[in-house]
């Protein structure tokens, strides 16, 4: 489940800046956003970058309070850039509620968003399609009503090697249209699968609902064999996942792919191949003030058996292995982080996000960055409408070697930009850095990009 982005208040997730605060020796890099919370991600890969859609959990909600989505990419599997909100409710004008689990695809150089939500003018779920020409949005309505309704949720979608495109969703049912060319309309009528204990496992005591399955469907095809994960057994859920010789079945039970664990009472499968690696994204509670309606996502690397069955696959905090260093001497964009405490991120005048709602203590970390021989500068684009401050660099920790510090004074406004530039000591070889922010008391700065200086030889 789960608009520029919407911002949140400037003084708002305090419990996140204390329990990243708390957590920061360990350097968690997972869940792998730490400036809201997230749900229900659904990763896909553009032009050899990994992009990963996801819902948008309101702070404090106590029910699935999600107005918008909310959009990520990463190339080395460990740092993720933030790029705010594709798609919202707004996006839709016959909708009122339930941003939730929705999923992209390319196609015919366009982008698709199939997403479930309320429409206001039945009170039912529905899924919508967003349409776009660039892959981070922003989306528009594709048809200015549902492509399907009938109260049920969370769709996904594949195109087979032959072009065909499925388009499956469901809670309690699973259903499948079979899509068009054009993305946007389907043939025949709507297709529900009989869900059997030998397809999806047994379940019972839960009146109407024989099998494992619940919610959150996520097909994929791989060496010509097609995987149905899902969310199972409610609640709290776990993950599962059958296997079928067709993209319509019959498909088989195959087992429990995540145990139930975490905060969260719900759970929703995302897999990719990426990279040469395999990856499983989900959701769970781990942030603070985690729970079954505030959630974060997460990934973790994984490998299939060699008879293609997928292993179980626990939670972690430490994440998958970085896939490639990051290199410091290309401009780097301030939102493009591994973990991060206190700061969250908005709009930017320049294009793009920025960090923002900086105070006296706050940081970004950005994993594995090779500075090779040394570097000698370090340039940061930074703002600032308060009282300005001090741009710290360190590596490894937080309060670890002192590289670099930029002093950063009042610029006049939150979004008039000026760039900074100060020397580097030590800078050399493969580090994290951590780009800890000092001051007074209050909002210090706005930060949107930064850059190293190689030595000269």
Known sequence: MATRIQLVARHGLFLLALFLFLIGSANADNPIVQTEYTADPAPVIYKDRLYLFTGHDEDKSTTYDMRNWLLFSTVDMANWQHHGSPASLST???????????????????????????????????????????????????????????????PTVYIDDNGQAYLYWGNPDLQYVLLNEDMLSYKGGINKVNLTPAGFGSRTGVQGRPTTFEEGPWIYKRQNLWYMVYAANCCSEDIRYSTGTSATGPWTYRGVIM???????????????YGGKDYFFYHNGALPGGSGYTRSVAVEEFTYTSNGSIPQI???????????????????????????SGIEVEVCSEGGMNVGFIENGDFVKVKGVDFGSGASSFSARVSSGGSGGTL????????????????????????????VQCPVSGASGVHDIFMVFKGGSGNLFNFNWWQFTPKTT
């Open 259 to 273: 145990p139930s664990q975490g905060a969260s009472f719900t759970n929703h499968p995302g897999l990719i191949n």
């Open 392 to 419: 710290e660099v360190r590596a490894d920790k937080k309060d670890g070697t002192l590289l670099a510090t930029c002093t950063v004074a009042v610029t006049g406004g939150w979004q008039t930009w000026t760039t």
């Open 92 to 154: 839709f004008s016959w909708a009122d509620k339930n941003a939730w689990a929705g999923q992209v695809i390319n196609r015919n150089n366009k982008f698709y968003y199939y997403v479930p939500i309320r429409n206001k003018n039945t009170g039912g779920m529905a899924i919508g399609v967003g349409i776009s020409d660039n892959i981070e949005g922003p989306y528009k309505d594709a048809l200015g009503k549902p492509l399907v309704e009938n109260g049920q949720i969370d």
């Open 314 to 340: 626990p939670m972690t905090t430490g994440g998958p292995k970085q896939l490639k260093y990051l290199n410091p001497y290309n401009r780097t964009e301030a939102e493009t982080m591994a973990a991060s």
